[in-house]
């Protein structure tokens, strides 16, 4: 029996995710530090007021509020005890959503971020033991009512390797995406043609694969193409692009990213061969709406050069457009430089 993302997809050209958890949560009262995912349990309703307000907009896919919900996430809260009981009232709370949305064609993906520790030989983490931390938050998202988990904001082997460990333990088919920072790498310096490869080496293999988060949907769209060029027939590729870039004004993060802008990047990933899109950061219900009614009066059209790309989503690295044309290789096995703690929480964050 096929999973009911693969059998929807076959009914649709494109599927529109959502957008970013943590905006919305800080504008509902999330402190910064705070752990949005303990909201699960202490303020369900307004994790599924969070859910409906991308389900209304048109959302198709919702991922849960656990990002961050492994142990060794979690221990920084206190909560490393309550993984389980977490993961699964993230999805159980989705699927409220869903059902009293009135829409039961609506995907609940699993979200499991990275676990903030290093692999080795950096740092303390085996895929072994990644994959033990992995496997916890995959039982309780499977649990809840899970359809697929949604590994994301991924940027080392290894780790990508652990969580797709863990999501399979758990029962879990999965969908896995990486986060492409300037220069066209990921943070441990691997390309998206270098992830497509890996893709296709994994057992089993993913629903999907694609990029989100990043430096805004510029760079996102110059992976894309790359991905593109390196993906098989039958692969699904998944676009969840920051809403722009972010920036402090008057005491707040704001992103640049308008609902226009959103728009047209959703265009261009269409176009480019991609079949799931979404927002990450900063992407607000207003967003997925411009997107929403942008894909459903789209017609496709032929892959967008990089200059098309470039006039209407913005400048991008000149790294990240050479790496459009640039050969496999060999994919790094340990990273050049550590990313900030900031970074790592990534969509959560955002």
């Known amino acids: ?38 909201w699960n349990l202490e303020r369900p309703d307004d994790v599924v007021r969070h859910y409906r307000s991308f389900i209304d907009a048109g959302s198709d896919i919702v991922l849960t509020n656990t990002f961050g919900g492994t142990a060794n996430r979690m221990k920084l809260h206190r909560a ?47 895929i072994e033991t990644g994959a033990a931390a992995f496997e916890e938050q995959a039982k309780g998202l499977a649990a809840g009512g899970a359809d697929v988990a949604w590994i994301e904001t991924m940027s080392a082997v290894d780790e990508v390797k652990a969580a797709v460990q863990g999501a399979t333990a758990a029962g879990l088919p999965y969908v896995v ?22 893709a296709h080496e994994l057992t089993p293999g993913p629903l999907a694969f694609g990029g989100n988060c990043g430096t805004g949907a510029s760079e996102l769209m110059a992976a894309l193409l790359n991905l593109k060029d390196a993906k098989a027939e039958t ?37 480019a061969g991609v079949r799931i899109i ?30 098309t790309v470039i006039a209407k989503l913005g ?3 000149k790294g990240a457009e050479q790496q459009q044309a640039g050969p496999l290789g060999e994919i790094p096995a340990a990273p050049a430089r550590r ?10 964050a955002g």
Request: net charge negative; with cysteine.
């Open 315 to 317: 400048e991008i690295s």
């Open 235 to 271: 692969d699904v590729l998944v676009a969840k692009s920051n809403c722009g870039i972010p920036q402090y004004v008057e005491g707040a993060i704001e992103y640049t990213g308008t609902p226009a802008l959103m728009a047209d990047y959703a265009r261009l990933a269409v176009d």
């Open 80 to 126: 490393e005890d309550k993984v389980f009981e977490i993961n699964k009232a993230a999805a159980e709370l989705a699927r409220r959503a869903a059902k009293e949305s009135g829409r039961d064609d609506v995907i609940v993906a699993g979200s499991i971020g990275p676990t903030g520790d290093l692999f080795e030989p950096l740092g303390p983490m085996t």
């Open 177 to 198: 995406t990486l986060s492409f920072d300037t220069n066209g790498r990921t943070m441990m310096g691997i390309t998206p043609a270098q992830f497509a490869s890996l």
């Open 1 to 38: 029996m096929a999973d009911r993302l693969t059998e929807l997809l076959k009914t649709r050209p494109w599927l529109l995710a959502d957008g970013a958890t943590g905006t919305n949560f800080f504008a509902m009262g999330l402190q910064h530090g705070d752990a949005p995912e303990i």
């Open 278 to 307: 979404g927002g990450c950061c900063g992407t607000s219900p207003e967003h997925i709406r411009a997107m929403r009614a942008a894909l459903e009066t789209h017609e496709k059209a032929a892959p967008p050069e990089m200059a």
């Open 339 to 348: 990313r900030r703690e900031g970074r790592r929480r990534g969509r959560a």
